[in-house]
């Protein structure tokens, strides 16, 4: 089976690995130039382990990132790690087509996607495929080609983050405020990465207190980010967004099937979307090595395998219960973000 692979990201690689593992190789294109991603504070939930193992990278990360979270019977429930070091294992040995983007389907009368058209600094080409897998996140245009309809829920409040070059002692700490919202860290050798749920106010709003202010009211909250928080020197470390969760209630069609971040986007709570990216990726390397000249009975198996996996963990994700428009109760003054403004009296 030719198995095109759009998005070079954490869960593009990780399928171009699994299947060459199987003696499949897939052509990936990733639009990015090599080496870049975006940085960020980041673990990777146990959902992600088996893959890991799979692919032989487990021990490794475990040993160069932070486990935390013991479970039963030993093991951990997340690890913290440095997302380029996983990013780097992963694309070892694996031939990506950068700076190639997918623009569009190429079908055949029928209507089938046999191929994709990419654009590249060299020009427009067709590159055919018995299977398009969109591994191109979120926003995945491979996703809105093939007609996969999403269902984008944007949450009723926004979220702050931080990134910081100080670790510190614990590898992760989370609590719960007053009125239901969270503040969250994490840590990894090498920094830390604070997140917080606050107004819907917008960038500007967010960062108007002030560095100072904000890493003095975090550190309150989160005693165990205070190192880290408080190396910041500027809003301008500061990412203000309003977090949307994604489902989508089909994740193929003849040609097409969507995974990772593409299918399926969980809330800030979950820390979750990339271990269920990656375990996407084992179901679907397992499905094609399955069903080696049959891509439809592929993504059949692929979609029996997975529903019982991922539908329960979108509707018990805790973040629909903060959905735009839920009435939610007030915040408390000293947990609130940006802080209320004084009264002004006369
Ligand atoms: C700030 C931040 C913090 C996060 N923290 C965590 C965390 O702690 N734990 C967790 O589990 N998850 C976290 N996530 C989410 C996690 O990063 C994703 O779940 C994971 O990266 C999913 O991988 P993916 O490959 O599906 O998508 P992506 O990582 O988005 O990769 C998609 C790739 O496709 C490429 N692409 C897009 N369009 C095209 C195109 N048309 N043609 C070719 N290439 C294309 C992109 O350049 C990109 O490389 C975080 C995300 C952010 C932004």
């Known amino acids: ?54 692919l032989g990278l487990l021990e490794e990360v475990l040993r160069r990132g932070r486990p935390f979270g013991a479970i039963p019977g030993g093991g951990s429930a997340a690890v913290a790690v440095e997302v380029g070091l996983l990013l780097q294992r992963l694309a070892e040995g694996i031939e990506v087509l950068h700076e190639h983007a997918v623009s569009d389907l190429l079908r055949d009368p029928d209507g089938r996607v046999t191929g994709v058209l990419a654009q590249s600094p060299d020009g427009a080409s067709q590159i055919p495929a018995d299977l398009v897998v969109a591994c191109d996140g979120l926003r995945s245009r491979v996703r809105e080609m093939a007609g996969l309809k999403a269902q984008f829920a944007p949450m009723e409040e926004g979220k702050i ?23 969250g860290m994490l840590s990894w050798p090498e920094g830390s990465f604070g997140w917080r749920t606050m107004d819907r ?73 990339a271990g269920i990216g990656l375990s996407d990726a084992l179901a679907l390397a397992q499905a094609i090595a399955a069903n080696p000249d049959n891509p439809d009975a ?13 539908r329960p963990l979108e509707a018990g994700d805790p973040s629909r219960r903060r959905l735009r428009g839920t009435p939610l109760p007030p915040p408390h003054p000293d947990e609130r973000w940006p802080p209320p403004r004084p009264k002004v009296t006369r």
């Not at 070079?8 to 699994?18: F, H, K, P, Q, S």
């Not at 975006?38 to 193992?53: D, I, P, S, W």
């Not at 106010?201 to 967010?206: E, F, I, L, P």
Request: contains cysteine.
């Open 1 to 54: 089976m030719r198995v095109l692979i759009a998005g070079g990201g954490l869960v593009g690689l990780t399928l171009a690995r699994l299947l060459s593992r199987r003696g499949i190789a897939p052509v990936v294109l990733e639009r990015m130039k090599p080496g870049g991603y975006v940085k960020r504070g980041f673990m990777l939930g146990h959902q992600g382990y088996g893959t890991l193992e799979d």
């Open 161 to 183: 983050e931080w990134m910081s070059h100080v670790p510190v002692a614990e590898p992760f700490a989370m609590a719960y405020l007053s009125d239901g919202s969270h503040i």
């Open 201 to 273: 106010s917008g960038r500007d709003a967010a960062v108007e207190p002030g560095i100072e202010a904000f890493a003095e009211q975090w550190s309150k909250l989160l005693p165990a980010a205070a190192d880290g928080v408080r190396a910041l020197t500027s809003t301008d470390q500061l990412l203000y967004t309003e977090p949307e969760l994604l489902t989508c209630p089909e994740w193929w069609t003849p040609g097409v099937v969507v995974i990772g971040d593409a299918a399926h986007f969980f809330g800030p709570e979950t820390g979750a979307s």
């Open 298 to 310: 592929a993504c059949a198996t692929y979609v029996t395998w997975r529903q019982p996996a991922v």
